[in-house]
């Protein structure tokens, strides 16, 4: 009877909308754009939604559904996740279900009948089945009070994620008119925002676009020495014991990864697509049900993840857009407490994306739209200018300088490297034109550092004029330079063994026309900062409990851990780490008080409320409870009856012959 008072009445009253989320989420009250959203969807508006991960766009969607009459339709694009989605809505005592493959025939008649009768509040269903002409005629039996697209760039092909069924979601808008619509996602460029309306037919609704700022991620990107060894560092120096992803462009990096950290006292598991499928969905199932794993991924993992408590993403290969860089980061920090997003980067990541671009099985234009993704990759990771403000500058969003990035904790510097570039370009020149040859960045970097390695001498080059130039530097400080240049367009890659080659661009250089500014690296510093601000001056996100209640902070993750073992379901259906740190802050004495706590709603105070009282009294953890059935909602309803496989192959321009320099450097 939880929602008898307040649901189905199809009002668009402002008052309903919030009394849902403070009863049925236990949220005081809703933030930034969702009231606006929340209303307009009620009154039957349809709506584009971007919000940045963890900025709350579920509940866009899922408040809406409870405060209209029918069940609100919600199209996840993987069915693997619908489970914990729905025990999560189950425990809060909204009434959902899901259709997919995982059912059997019984189970899956009985979610039927359940939408047909107007016994649920949400039905999720991957967009595939909605290509069924069965599951449209189901849908026609009941009463639908909305459609949620969710990871709505999926219909895009500028994205990095398409998905062709998307595409067929049209349909909905036909068939059904007179249902609103919201499509939802993280992460979209204006381009991509331009196709999901257009793709969509969402050209009349209302665009509702967030801050993309994530205050609480401290983005760091480092230098890529033994880049295994430095993730152990940060995991073992500043997340011991937490739960964080790590993403690695190959299969074969993936096991290499996991293994090591498990040799190495990390309790990691890995995640690609080339696992049998019933390994995948374990490891998956560990991964959100434990306290404390890592996975250790390629891309294929990840989206829809609902998990609140990974502390960190770490990349240990470079990510081939900004889009994708921003969503998988944006996995860390849900619960809005300070999180990590590490990136290792150097020479071999950018060799490797340009050579993966060029040979591109893409038309040209497919590798352009690439080549500019991997460019504004390169921006980000080479800026000396606040990290922050350039992620949201990409998206259209002004900032300041956050005070919470790498490059604001510790400022790089910024030198003039035009005679360095000089030197390295003079040094592919020579071998090309004086000798015929083409080589990898090593060779031209023994070449300056005048090193007579048995490749020089075998092929004469320390007789060429730039042998030995280059001994101001070091070897690393060349890479960097070599790194940059690649990064500008002042060199490019190609063929099999990835020999550097002049561009157009590299003309200039040579021919004294051009300075080529560069960032030098600065000394990675441990982060000691506990804090996470906003670039538009939020206030700070405390992350330490006072030193008293870290005890019982941990009382009430072992009672967590016992309920949702007892109830096969992950910890954070049964309360957010964020909500048990607020009641252990604030030690509730009664049943009123622990009600007012962020997070606790009204079907969760019901069935753990004693419980929790009891922790807080400090009688340590209470037994587990059997699991008590989801309240139900009696909404007057009416009735009309009685893993996807991701693909992204990289692609690029092709890199014209440059104009030959009026007069080469003569060193």
Avoid at 189 to 196: G, L, W
Avoid at 252 to 271: D, Q, R, W
Avoid at 352 to 364: A, P
Avoid at 632 to 637: I, L, T, Y
Wanted: charge should be negative; aromatic fraction near 6%; charged fraction near 25%.
């Amino acid at each position: 009877m939880l929602l008898a008072s307040i649901g189905g009445m199809g009002s668009t009253d402002h008052g309903d909308a919030l009394q849902v989320l403070q009863r049925v989420f236990g949220y005081p009250e809703f933030r930034g754009d969702q009231a606006a959203i929340v209303e307009h969807v009620i009154a039957g508006g349809d709506a584009l939604v971007l919000m940045p991960t963890g900025g709350g766009k579920s509940l866009c969607y899922q408040v809406p559904a409870l405060v209209r009459p029918g069940t609100g339709v919600v199209i996840s694009p993987l069915i693997a996740l619908m489970q914990d989605q729905v025990d999560a809505l189950r425990a809060l005592g909204v009434r959902a279900g899901f259709l997919n493959s995982s059912l059997s025939w019984d189970e899956r008649r009985m979610v039927e009948a359940e939408f047909v009768n107007g016994e649920l509040d949400l039905l999720y269903l991957a967009p595939e089945r909605l290509t069924s002409e069965a599951t449209l005629r189901l849908l026609e039996q009941g009463e639908i009070a909305l459609f949620a697209i969710d990871e709505a760039h999926c219909v895009s092909q500028w994205g990095h994620d398409f998905r062709p069924d998307y595409l067929s979601l049209t349909h909905l808008h036909e068939r059904w008119p007179k249902v609103p619509r919201i499509a939802l996602t993280a992460t979209a460029t204006e381009a991509t925002r331009k196709e999901i309306l257009t793709r969509l037919e969402l050209d009349e609704g209302r665009q509702f676009v967030s801050s993309f700022d994530r205050p609480n991620i401290q983005y760091r990107i480092v230098g890529k020495k033994e880049p295994k060894k430095q993730l152990l560092d940060l995991l073992r120096g500043e997340h011991q014991g937490e739960a964080g992803i790590v993403y690695c462009l190959s299969r074969s990096s993936v096991e290499k990864t996991a293994e090591f950290l498990v040799a190495n006292g990390i309790a990691a598991l890995p995640y690609h697509a080339g696992l049998d499928s019933a390994v995948r969905q374990r490891n998956q199932a560990r991964f959100l049900r434990e306290d404390g794993l890592v996975m250790v991924a390629t891309i294929a993992f990840g989206m829809g993840i609902d998990k609140p408590d990974v502390r960190f993403v770490a990349h240990l290969d470079l990510p081939k857009s900004v889009e994708g860089y921003y969503q998988e980061t944006g996995r860390a920090g849900r619960d809005g407490l300070p999180s990590t997003a590490w990136l290792a980067y150097g020479l071999q990541d950018v060799v490797q994306q340009r050579k993966m671009i060029e040979s591109s099985e893409g038309d040209l234009a497919f590798r352009r739209r690439s080549q500019a993704h991997l460019d504004a990759m390169l921006a980000l990771c080479e800026t000396v200018d606040c990290r922050r403000t350039r992620l949201l500058e990409y998206f259209g969003e002004s900032g300041v300088p956050c005070g919470n990035c790498d490059t604001c904790l510790t400022p790089p510097e910024a030198w003039d490297g035009t005679v360095a570039a000089q030197k390295v370009l003079s040094t592919v020149y020579r071998l090309r034109k004086e000798r015929n040859q083409k080589f990898g960045a090593g060779q031209a970097i023994d070449i300056l550092l005048g090193r007579k390695t048995a490749k020089v001498i075998q092929f004469d080059h320390d007789q060429l004029s730039t042998f030995g130039i280059g001994e101001d530097l070091n070897e690393s400080e060349w890479r960097g330079v070599v790194r940059q240049l690649l990064a500008q367009g002042l060199l490019a890659v190609e063929g099999e063994y990835s020999t550097l080659v002049l561009t157009e661009a590299s003309a200039d250089v040579l021919g004294r026309k051009r300075e080529v500014k560069m960032r030098k690296d600065p000394t990675p510093v441990r982060s000691t900062t506990r804090t996470a601000s906003s670039s538009s001056g939020a206030a700070k996100v405390k992350v330490d409990l006072p030193a008293d209640a870290g005890p019982l902070f941990e009382a009430l993750r072992e009672w967590r851990a016992g309920q949702a073992r007892e109830q096969g379901v992950p910890a954070y259906v049964i309360f957010h780490d964020a909500t048990l740190k607020s009641i252990a802050a604030s030690r509730p004495d009664s049943l009123t008080a622990l009600g007012a706590v962020s997070g606790v709603g009204q079907a969760k105070l019901t069935k753990y409320g004693e419980q929790i009282l009891e922790v807080v009294a400090g009688g340590g953890p209470a037994p587990a409870a059997e699991p008590a059935p989801p309240a139900a909602k009696p909404k007057p309803k009416t009735t009309s009856t009685g893993g996807a496989a991701w693909g992204s192959s990289a692609d690029a321009d092709e890199w014209p012959e440059p104009e030959e320099p009026d007069e080469p450097m003569d060193w």
